[in-house]
């Protein structure tokens, strides 16, 4: 017996020394209370399979986190297990991959010492451990030979995984379960087994389709499918009797199409693609920060994920993808634009996940076909997808209006399959230096867009030597899409997709648009670049003395902190001296020695890319700079009627800023913590219902007024359109002659006050404002396509230009009858009668 057990011993040395020798495991784990275990109750671990190399593995991260090990006897009061763990499968014999049932004796012992002791319970703690982590692939040698997937290897083959996957090696430690409840849930030991195995198998396979995601199949087998299927072949066949062509080579053209659209997904470009990015990451950014992935780990077990991010550089989906991979989680299938399958990078873009697609499918319904059958399959299979609602990459920084194509598509998708529940995933991704920054800029100054090519890309790779500080990803609140429909469209289920949407799906589509814009804005991250950049920007030089910098950051951050502008915003730095001295370290700002005190500044180019990163958490700020503006030059006013001129001007800066607060309680809720914030710390004076700006030519007045800068242009903007309009007369403008007239009013003034920030005149923007206006009845369209308003308009006029200065108010009507004057001429102005 002896010399059995030095045996045993000498054996588990050798084997936990090869283990040792040429594995590293990655967890997600990496202090023992994120897994949320009770230190006083007994921890029984469950693993898949009877796997030797597994249970070392486990025996080696529990010994590392502190836990209690595997391998040590389980005390209960009436008994004593051997061990700690039992296993779901085992293989029916030692070569070969087919396994039965496992060895669930300590398990039934387990529940029969619980019944006989109510008061005792024992934590089931699932652990699952994925070697290479890659999703099944027909066609790739080198998964059939060496990588795990979802048909169990051999013995053999274990070996060889151990060999050539041991430093790619994933364990999750799941969240515990209680068996107690399982005990007292069951009538007999026997139903509380298999409920327990139920559950536990069930929570393996979701954990593996969140990890490595369902099976794939080969590209050429789902372009088949996609081309057989019924809509498809419904829409071959319906074009051939309008056009005449042949049916034959309709089809080849919708095979062509599908193998135009497909990813061809693989592991090893993934893993490949995870080496080169690692090492760009670290060459372009000093850290990449995730907030609130538990809220994505927890929806991933039971919903199909779509992640739905803010779109500001084509590094956005690469950067998704990787912070997924390297948190354990399988990398989406991305929408990708057509213009981004260029030779050579669109291959390898697509085997990384992306799908391309074509920015319009109109007059092409065999294209539109093959697209939404394709984005079926793919939800249905279970893959993950990504796609951005404001369709193109934003130049101004800020959200763009959401997009209906892509939503609607998913809607139709779930209309047809709503077996597994769909969650939208909002996901802001914040820069505090672009890549792309200086292209932006020219494009806003007028540059004609430049198309890309592997030139371009080639060029682009001087971006290397540059340094672009931390990008930083939150992770939103899940939206259900179940849910959502539910609520919004309750006969969502009955629609009929082979007729055009009803009215209340098309409005039921814009919500959820709306929703998923508002989301991505609620989790917003203050960087200290954003914060800076927010502060420096307001002052018509840039520079600002230092002790009022500090005071003025000191003001945000307090603000984020005790008036936040929802609960998922985060902020980054929250230290104002360590902000100023972060700028200078990574040279977004500058140190201006004087006798008198030190001024901190930024160059006039920087200064251009630094608007950008501004205007991707400007929202933020709107609220509180709203406040401020109707407060500051010392104006006193009640509190009543201050709410009232917020809630006049809060729908126009809700449509442009996609603002969450959707009732007059919350909103008149965070107007209350605002002012209770300015006052404490002296900006704002109460007196009973009394409030007043703090007394001019003082500190608290300054950063006041400086606060009021974050509104200025949007106000400015307002009070020029609408001034244009109230100028020209009712009646008298088209909606494009509207826009025209405004934007090269706004360009003009940016020349003339240095606002050094062409998003003012960003012609999207005074687009939306005028569909704002139309929205809200204050304007409409007569019969001959002009713009007619009444006194209501003029009313708004009237407020808008209370709160601008007296000097830039008269530059403003100024222009607007030098505008009014040239304006006469132009086609899209109703001549006179």
């Not at 700690?84 to 499968?89: A, D, G, L, N, P």
């Not at 992306?354 to 319009?360: V, W």
Request: neutral net charge; glycine residues 6%.
């Amino acid at each position: 017996m002896t010399f059995w057990f030095g045996l045993d011993r000498l054996f588990f040395f050798l084997a936990r020394l090869f283990l040792n020798w040429c594995t590293r495991t990655t967890s997600l784990h990496r202090e023992p209370a994120d897994l949320g275990l009770d230190p006083n109750r007994p921890v029984f671990y469950v693993l898949r399979e009877a796997s030797l190399a597994d249970l070392l593995l486990l025996d080696r991260e529990t010994r590392r986190l502190g836990l209690p090990s595997p391998l040590s006897p389980l005390a209960l009061p009436d008994r004593t297990l051997r061990r700690s763990y039992f296993y779901m499968y085992k293989r029916k014999a030692l070569v070969g991959r087919e396994r039965v049932g496992g060895n669930n004796r300590r398990l039934i012992q387990l529940v029969e010492s619980l019944g006989a002791h109510p008061d005792q319970d024992v934590q089931l703690v699932p652990v699952s451990l994925f070697w290479g982590r890659r999703p099944e692939k027909e066609n790739s040698l080198w998964k059939i030979i060496f990588a795990e997937n979802w048909s169990p290897p051999g013995f053999i083959k274990k070996f060889f995984i151990i060999l050539t996957q041991g430093r790619q090696l994933f364990i999750n430690i799941s969240q515990p379960m209680s068996l107690r409840q399982l005990v007292d849930e069951s009538a007999s030991p026997e139903r509380t087994v298999r409920k327990a195995q139920r559950i536990v198998r069930v929570h393996f396979r979701r954990q593996r389709e969140a990890v490595i995601g369902p099976d794939l199949s080969h590209r050429r087998t789902l372009v088949n499918s996609l081309v057989e299927s019924t809509p498809v072949r419904e829409v071959i066949s319906q074009t051939a009797a309008e056009s005449g062509e042949a049916y034959e080579k309709l089809e080849a053209r919708a095979r062509s199409y599908a193998m135009e659209i497909a990813a061809d997904y693989s592991h090893t470009v993934i893993r490949f693609l995870e080496i080169v990015l690692e090492w760009v990451w670290n060459r372009l950014y000093s850290g990449l920060r995730a907030y609130n992935l538990h809220r994505l780990q927890a929806v991933a077990q039971d919903h199909e994920i779509i992640y739905v991010p803010c779109h500001r550089s084509h590094a956005d989906y690469l950067l998704l993808s990787y912070l997924l991979y390297k948190n354990g989680l399988v990398p989406p299938h991305i929408a990708a634009g057509i213009n981004l399958n260029l030779p050579v990078i669109g291959t390898i873009l697509r085997r990384g996940g992306a799908f391309f697609m074509r920015r319009s499918f109109k007059d092409n319904p065999i294209y539109a076909a093959v697209f939404n059958e394709y984005m079926h399959v793919t939800l249905s299979r279970g893959y993950s997808i990504e796609y951005f609602v404001e369709g193109g990459r934003s130049r101004s920084g800020r959200m763009l209006n959401p997009r209906p194509g892509m939503l609607k598509m998913t809607v139709e998708s779930f209309i047809r399959d709503s077996q597994k529940p769909i969650a939208l995933v909002p996901v802001y991704i914040g820069y505090e230096k672009l890549i792309e920054g200086s292209t932006y800029i020219g494009e806003l100054h007028g540059k004609k867009k430049q198309k890309e090519s592997i030139f371009g890309f080639l060029k682009s790779l001087s971006v290397l030597r540059s340094h672009f500080g931390e990008v930083h990803v939150n992770f939103g609140e899940p939206l259900l899409l179940k849910s959502f429909l539910d609520e919004q469209a309750p006969a969502w289920q009955q629609t009929d997709l082979n007729q055009p949407f009803p009215a209340p799906m098309k409005q039921a589509i814009n919500a959820l648009g709306n929703e998923v814009v508002t989301r991505i804005n609620a989790v917003a991250v203050a960087n200290p670049v954003n914060l800076l950049s927010l502060a420096l920007l307001a002052t018509p030089k840039h520079t600002m003395d230092e002790v009022q910098l500090t005071r003025q950051l000191e003001l945000y951050i307090t603000l984020l902190q005790q008036a936040p502008y929802s609960s998922g915003a985060q902020i980054a730095n929250s230290d104002a001296a360590d902000i100023i001295e972060y700028g200078m370290k990574n040279d977004f700002i500058h140190r201006i020695e004087h006798a008198m005190g030190d001024l901190i500044g930024t160059d006039n180019i920087t200064a251009l890319q630094m608007a950008y990163v501004r205007n991707n958490s400007l929202h933020l700020f709107v609220l509180p700079g709203l406040v401020c503006s109707l407060l500051k030059d010392a104006r006193s006013i009640r509190r009543d009627q201050l709410k009232q001129l917020v809630h006049l001007l809060y729908p126009f800066f809700q449509g442009e800023y996609f603002l969450h607060w959707d009732n007059d309680e919350d909103l008149f809720n965070a107007v209350d913590d605002i002012l209770r914030v300015l006052a404490d710390q002296g900006l704002v004076l109460m007196e009973d219902d009394q409030l007043r700006g703090a007394p001019l030519h003082s500190m608290e007045s300054e950063l006041l007024n400086h606060l009021a800068q974050t509104v200025a242009q949007a106000l400015e903007r307002f009070y020029l359109t609408i001034r244009i309009l109230v100028q020209h007369g009712s009646d008298r403008l088209t909606p494009e002659a509207l826009e025209e007239l405004a934007q090269q009013t706004a360009q003009r003034l940016s020349l003339l006050y240095e606002f050094n920030s062409p998003e003012f005149f960003d012609r999207v923007v005074l687009r939306n404002f005028i569909s704002q206006l139309r929205a809200y009845s204050l304007v409409s369209t007569n019969d001959a396509g002009l713009l007619t308003f009444d006194d209501r308009l003029r009313a708004l006029d009237g407020e808008a230009r209370r709160m601008l200065s007296p000097t830039l108010r008269q530059a403003i009507v100024r222009l607007t009858q030098l505008c009014q004057a040239t304006g006469q001429d132009t086609a899209t102005v109703a001549p006179d009668a």
